[in-house]
């Protein structure tokens, strides 16, 4: 069994800054891909970012390419999400997920999720 917890969310102003961390303990193996979903208020759950087991492959959405990075430490377990130029439009409940070995943007392929922190952005 694998547990996620993220941390880092919280308020902030348009055009800020957060980091979201995931720590992953259990039976989480470097191998296992990692990705970032997010979920508005009446909105579907939606992918924000990826990365692979070796950090070689990283994916985003077209609506935070250029503004967020996604990275990872195996040593600590540990996937970051970091978020510049915050928008309004980025307020949601922020999931981390993780998966075996292969790279995919959909949610319904991950077996691990986290609770979720929340995000707010403020204009």
């Known amino acids: 069994q694998v547990q996620l917890v993220e941390s880092g969310g919280g308020l902030v102003q348009v055009g800020g800054s957060l980091r979201l961390s995931c720590a992953a303990s259990?039976?989480?193996?470097?191998?296992?891909?990692m990705a970032w979903f997010r979920q508005a208020p009446g909105q579907e759950r939606e992918f924000v970012s990826m990365?692979?087991?070796?950090?070689?492959?990283?994916s985003y959405a077209d609506s935070v390419k250029g503004r967020f990075t996604i990275s990872r430490d195996n040593a600590k377990n540990t996937v970051y999400l970091q978020m510049n130029s915050l928008k309004p439009e980025d307020t949601a409940i922020y999931y981390c997920?993780?998966?075996?070995?292969?790279?995919?943007?959909?949610?319904?392929?991950?077996?691990?999720w986290g609770q979720g922190t929340q995000v707010t952005v403020s204009s």
């Open positions: 259990g039976r989480a193996g470097f191998t296992y891909t």
């Open positions: 990365i692979n087991w070796n950090s070689a492959t990283t």
């Open positions: 997920a993780g998966k075996k070995i292969s790279t995919t943007t959909s949610p319904t392929a991950y077996a691990y």
